[in-house]
């Protein structure tokens, strides 16, 4: 583990050095081994050899994930299938499942990567990791479990679901730290309040590790209060590794990419041109040392930002904001571009409704888009009164209209009326596309 800490706290230029020669190895990796990229790189007259700068691997074309796709389900490997230890698939969230290959050294380093994010939270070998995310093809699940491993904690793989046995075994083995989706943390948070518990008192957790989903600062305000741990953000993707590409540690000031194995850029998703530090676009990243399934340039479709400057706690690692959410997820309502994570920090603001919503697109007989926000009201907030519920539906509707610029319909709906999910929430429900 010290070699992990080492590798935290290096000098940056250090860090630069291995990932520029990385970088080389990996870009002429793919051409000499991957069709797609001798003629990707061919076509763009790229020559990976000529990498010798950051400025040079910005000259590299894009992979994008329809090309993952196409590739499907073998013709991104780099190496020999009896190479490839493992597989993982993306869950699939926007189409047809990308794949994911692992050599023995990559799942290594995953595990390390994901141990990053337990290091943030103080963790150690003392530590009881329950892991609640999937197993199986969605990398969640694994990712948590070789993690653990790799901080010799105790795991527990449990698996997503289950919940009352979930916060059984929570309270009965004593688990320290909560690996699973901010929004099964939140149903396991008000499923353990519904079983007559004080979470907060009768569980032992002293932090989750959240992520493969946006969750709002209120949101997450709103989980450590009920759960009476600290929330750390954890990001990932199957096309690159999984969860671990980026971690955020006790400070909670965005997430430390490992640089050492990944390389960022943002870019400008419409012009593809890499922006500077600071500014708000899609994050591409390009694998420093990934055997089985490395990517040169790989656009995420995620939103976020470089953060400037020196992280507080040390760690030398540049920073990626909390994601946004995807380029896919946007809404864009009558020309404006909307994040569901925008509408839900609107929502917070409001103590009559719950964290639970789900938005609706919908196209009207002019075919001009509708949106509406269906939100869940909280116990103790009576339907029955017309009055009431118009008053709140409009004060809500104002209030996202002052903050985002559109016109959303608000529609209270009943507790618990919205699909739980042990994994991923479906926050975005768009019937433009089953029309
Ligand atoms: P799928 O694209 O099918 O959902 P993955 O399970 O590989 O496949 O999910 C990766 C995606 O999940 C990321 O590209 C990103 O959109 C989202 N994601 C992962 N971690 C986070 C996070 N911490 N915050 C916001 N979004 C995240
Ligand atoms: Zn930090």
Redo the contacts with the bound molecule.
Sequence with gaps: MSKTQEILRAPHEQIEKIQLEGIKRTAINCYENIPFYKQSFDEAGFDPHSIESFDDVARAPFVE?QDLRDAYPYGMLAVPLKEVKEIHM?????GV??V?AYTKHDIDIWGECFARGILFADGSDEDVVQVAYGYGL???GLGAHYGGHWMDATVIPISAGNTERQIRVMRDMGTTILCCTPSYAMHIADTAIEMGLDPARDLHLRAGI??????SDNFRAELERKLGYKVL???????TM??GV?NECWEQKG?HIAEDHFYPEIINPETGDVLPDGEWGELVLTTVDREASPVVRYR???ITRIIPGQCPCGCTHRRID??H??TD?MLIIRGVNVFPSQIEDVMKTFDQVSSWYQIEVDTDHRSLDIVTLKAEVNPGFELDSVAAVERLQKEISATLKTALSVGVRVKLVEPKSIPRSEG?AKRVIDLRKEK
């Design positions: 994930k993306s869950s699939g969230t926007t499942a990308t994911g969605f990398t969640g959240h992520g493969a989903e946006p969750f953000d954890i990001y990932g993707l199957t096309e999984g969860p980026a997430l995420t479709r995620d909390r994601i959410g995807r997820d991923k």
